[in-house]
């Protein structure tokens, strides 16, 4: 009697085992998500300022429709997009649309009268703070994909995330070129 407890205590550590990774593995996916939804919150303030930065500047530099014009197109298909993707489907739009939102922050310094208007700086600051509230949630959420890919990834994690169809989850980055200031020039 006493060796099929014993049998059955050994037969459950790999049961318990299973459980236990898989567990971990909903746990990290799901903090993945979460941490997704932070970053659309975060998107969302951004897209919200936009349409009124955009407003601001037309007054002062009519003549940048072109920039203006695609900052509200590419702010509008990302607002339509909340909620509903993961880091690499956005990656590639919310690449241009800090480079064009950078360029606008650039025209600011060819005109002066911008420059000093109130309203404007205020929304470059809610801007400049919304980007950093950006960066907090994308390496909150990269944290997260590290940790669920080092989980899915590493013996003996993997065997449960593999029996169990745990798909690898993608980093959300800007490429370096958006992380420059962007040039205007004037002719």
């Known amino acids: 009697m006493e060796i099929l407890i014993v049998i059955g205590i050994i037969g459950a550590i790999p049961l318990f085992f299973v459980i236990a990774q898989y567990n971990s593995l909903v746990s990290l996916r799901n903090y993945i998500r979460d941490a997704w939804a932070n970053i659309d919150t975060e998107l969302k303030r951004r897209y919200d300022l936009i349409p009124n930065l955009v407003a601001t500047v037309k007054g002062y530099a009519a003549h940048e429709r072109e920039v203006l014009e695609r900052v509200i197109e590419l702010r509008n298909r990302r607002m339509a ?15 241009e649309l800090v480079q064009q939102l950078n360029r606008i922050l650039v025209l600011a310094e060819n ?3 911008l420059k000093a208007d109130q309203h ?3 929304l470059q600051g809610e801007l400049v703070n919304t980007e950093d509230r950006i960066q907090a ?31 690898s ?7 370096p070129a958006a992380r420059e200031a962007a040039s205007v020039k004037f002719p």
Not at 88 to 94: K, R, S
């Open 169 to 175: 989850a993608e980093y959300f980055n800007v490429e």
């Open 81 to 95: 997009q909340i909620g509903q993707g993961a880091a690499p489907a956005a990656q590639v739009e919310e690449q």
């Open 111 to 113: 005109y002066p009268q």
């Open 120 to 122: 404007f700086l205020k």
């Open 137 to 167: 949630a994308r390496r909150f959420y990269n944290g997260n994909v590290r940790d669920y890919r080092n989980k899915c990834e590493t013996f003996p994690s993997n065997l449960v995330a593999q029996l169990f169809g745990f798909q």
